[in-house]
T-cell receptor
């Protein structure tokens, strides 16, 4: 079974802090994604990566950056956390190929105070 | 602009009855569709998918129907069970574009009443 693991289930950070969310997958998937989930807004794509050291902006990249130094690891960075970044963050990985589904991690509930 | 829409934020169904969750999309280039189920404080889990060459796909109690002319898909759960209570997201992807940028709907919260 594919396993996508996010480093923390719950995080509380202060406004202005730099925050790192880590995601690791164990199935050699090329594609990795960061989403955030907010009530009434569904899952919105922040950043994604097709390969090591490659990254592309999703629909809501402002205030975030990412890092992919190794194939299995994709990190989301909040440069200076703000209260409007309080959300559920979800990492996903997808195997390259036709008609493949995304596998999600368990999510990180981030609260910025 | 919401390309994938789930117009019903919530749905309540009696145990044993059919649950029908709906999803509409606007982009005619979408050709692969998925349904995910999400429990609180957990990541979404894949349920069932359908490609545009089909109009129906079935897996146990779950059936997805695709109406391409109406740009509409639906998920049927028969019979509904209390454990099916969760938020359901539909997602779409234009496979032929070579990207994997799934576009998700806003979700429908299903409550199955015992």
């Amino acid at each position: 079974d594919v396993k996508v693991t996010q480093s923390s289930r719950y995080l509380v950070k202060r406004t202005g802090e730099k925050v790192f969310l880590e995601c690791v997958q164990d199935m050699d998937h090329e594609n990795m994604f960061w989403y955030r989930q907010d009530p009434g807004l569904g899952l919105r794509l922040i950043y994604f990566s097709y390969d090591v050291k490659m990254k592309e902006k999703g629909d809501i990249p402002e205030g975030y950056s990412v890092s992919r130094e190794k194939k299995e690891r994709f990190s989301l960075i909040l440069e200076s956390a703000s209260t409007n970044q309080t959300s559920m963050y979800l990492c996903a990985s997808i195997l390259r190929g036709m008609n493949t589904e995304a596998f999600f991690g368990q999510g990180t509930r981030l609260t910025v105070v | 602009d919401q390309q994938v829409k789930q117009n019903s934020p919530s749905l309540s169904v009696q145990e044993g009855r059919i649950s029908i969750l709906n999803c509409d999309y606007t982009n005619s280039m979408f050709d692969y569709f998925l349904w995910y189920k999400k429990y609180p404080a957990e990541g979404p889990t894949f349920l069932i998918s359908i490609s545009s060459i089909k109009d129906k796909n079935e897996d146990g109690r779950f059936t997805v129907f695709l109406n391409k002319s109406a740009k509409h898909l639906s998920l049927h759960i028969v019979p509904s069970q209390p454990g099916d209570s969760a938020v359901y997201f539909c997602a779409a992807n234009p496979v032929t574009s070579g990207t994997y940028k799934y576009i998700f709907g806003t979700g429908t919260r299903l409550k199955v009443l015992a």
